[in-house]
């Protein structure tokens, strides 16, 4: 026999298997023909891995969703992962904000209180940023990959078995309706044999199969400490995010809610909430912005004297003619004859300049 009479033999072997699997399949939809039912606790196995399998991909699909919303980038990172090459990095969307505070902080100035602000606003946006691409690639290598790894490896080769499975439980039920219809004793011997046979093949794979489901358990028990894992990810990334905005707000009460212009006109600004030492009372213009009365500076102003002052906010000074403050510092401070009302000359130390009694608590 050629190679060519054996593959041909093969084929019509494998034709003939197939039409009669077609036909057991077609006759028991019909009610036509009996099935072997499968035992309860295999049933129940199987359930289980379908069961698992279908929740499985929502919960991955959906985590996908969370770390990274934007459609195109994922279907870009499933590109790529396909073709087994490195996405190219991009900035997300925290990191960009970030770069559009700080340059528009840069452009109205560091020196005015709005320009500062937006400049740490954007540093700890930035600071944000990071901290969510180190959540994405410790939840994808943590908790995405396992569960990626178990729909396309463990269940794959669990669906394969199961196919394999049917088509031998075909094969039986097959074997069992032509011997009820063989006749002749040499029929019924061939039946029988042919029954012996794929019975022993039908209870061989059905003990593969139900090793094989039985390590869903396991499978549920390694999940279970990936879920871990991704719940510890988050948690290090709210924390940080907590931690990176509280840091900011205490940044940020370190500026009264004024805004200073950069062409250096007079300061619009409100007098902030403090002990009644405060320097300067607030009142309201026309217009609706707060301007400063330093009434409780008459003696101050009047005098020639100099008196000690407590920096209540951080200043950055916007020009050579004004000091810049630390918050908490003492300095000395007295007015000077013609000198707008919102301001007071400062001293520290050989420097001096121009500063905002806004920012500014009277010592006894």
Known sequence: MNIMDFNVKKFAADAGTFLSRAVQFTEEKL???EKTELDAHLENLL???ECTKIWTEKIMKQTEVLLQPNPNARIEEFVYEKLDRKA???VNNPELLGQY???AGTEFGPGTAYGNALIKCGETQKRIGTADRELIQTSALNFLTPLRNFIEGDYKTI?????LLQNKRLDLDAAKTRLKKAKAAEARASSEQELRITQSEFDRQAEITRLLLEGISSTHAHHLRCLNDFVEAQMTY??????YMLDLQKQLGSFPSSYHSNNNQTSVVPVPAASSNVIGSSAMTSSGLVMTSPSNLIDLKEGSGSRKARVLYDYDAANSSELSLLADEVITVYSVVGMDSDWLMGERG??????PITYLELLN
């Open 31 to 33: 009610g036509q023909a």
């Open 47 to 49: 359930s289980k891995a």
């Open 88 to 90: 190219p990095s991009r």
């Open 101 to 103: 505070m700080i340059d």
């Open 159 to 163: 669906a394969k078995e199961r196919k």
């Open 238 to 243: 709210y924390a940080q995010c907590y931690q």
């Open 350 to 355: 050989n420097q001096k300049g121009r500063v």
